[in-house]
């Protein structure tokens, strides 16, 4: 198993982590580390425990707010699906009305070629 050593907050940890997840636990990492720096240019020296706490509930904040609006977006996507369903229900039914009226047209004409072309006609 592979082990990637990661800084965070001016210290170095040792990770292990799946093959290939190299690159996006640096990523991760990279990330954390941005935040602590962040909230300590913000809130200055409170403790690297404070910051850690407050950069980790921050980020599950924003975790929280994007699968809040995951769902939001998934659901209008099911009612679009669902919109979009219906209307092809609509559609089919408007084609087979039309192909109704198109084949009774076409038994009157059929009915008026015989009736013209019949013995006695014309």
Known sequence: MP???VTIAGR???IACGEGEEAHLEALAAALDGK???MRATFGEIG???L???AAITIADELHEAR???????????ELRRFASQGDERVQAVEARLA???LR???RIEHLARSLSAPGQG
């Open 3 to 5: 082990q990637v050593a």
């Open 12 to 14: 170095t940890y040792r």
């Open 36 to 38: 602590i720096a962040e």
């Open 48 to 50: 690297d425990m404070r």
């Open 52 to 54: 850690h706490v407050m």
């Open 68 to 78: 809040r609006r995951l769902a939001a977006a998934e659901a209008e996507l099911a």
């Open 100 to 102: 109704e009226g198109v």
């Open 105 to 107: 047209a076409a038994e």
